[in-house]
């Protein structure tokens, strides 16, 4: 069987909940479900289906916890291992929304595994995010800020086509 991780990166607790929520679905213990702040990039190694989560702060930039962790896991060699990305943001961000995803797909390209997990963004209103790459999302983008009420039907299609 598949061994399953996620690992997160959350400043007031809402990319947390959402890792929680998948792992609830997905029956994932909770060591399994890794904060990237207390975490080692080796800590990687583990797992067969990786699944990633950042909000974005800043002017689309990273969650704070992820710069230290994507140092190290950039040299890693994660060839055979598949990566699901998700992120939290905030679509009235509309230059930025969810960039951070876009960031760490980049970052984790470096290291060889297979992505799965892109999302189509029909239905959301935003202008611009780096997530976005050849006119689908990376990853799975949410906004509980605005439209938290979105959140289970996008998280459980999401999640049937990571699996
Ligand atoms: C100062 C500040 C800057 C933010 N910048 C962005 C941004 O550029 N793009 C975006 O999509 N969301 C942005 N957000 C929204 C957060 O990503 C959103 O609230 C998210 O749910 C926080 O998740 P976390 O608690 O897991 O860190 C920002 C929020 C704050 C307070």
Not at 13 to 25: C, D, L, P, S
Not at 35 to 48: C, E, G, M, N
Not at 70 to 84: F, W
Not at 101 to 122: H, I, M, P, R, S
Request: glycine residues 12%; negative net charge.
């Amino acid at each position: 069987m598949k061994k399953i991780g996620i690992f997160y990166g959350s400043t007031t607790g809402t990319t947390e909940k959402i890792a929680n929520k998948i792992a609830e679905i997905l029956n994932i213990e909770d060591k399994d479900v890794r904060d990237v702040a207390t975490s080692s990039p080796s800590d990687l190694a583990a797992y067969d289906l990786i699944i990633i989560g950042t909000s974005t702060w800043g002017n689309g930039a990273l969650q704070e916890d992820w710069y230290d962790f994507v140092d190290g896991a950039e040299a890693l060699d994660l060839k055979g291992k598949t990566i699901a990305l998700f992120g939290c943001g905030d679509v009235t961000m509309s230059e930025t929304f969810c960039s951070a995803v876009g960031k760490l797909y980049k970052d984790f390209k470096e290291t060889g595994a297979d992505f799965v997990g892109a999302y189509d963004t029909d239905g959301y209103d935003f202008k611009h995010s780096e997530a976005v790459v050849d006119g689908k999302a990376v990853g799975l983008l949410l906004d509980e800020v605005n439209h938290p009420e979105l959140t289970d039907f996008r998280l459980r299609g999401w999640i049937g086509e990571i699996m």
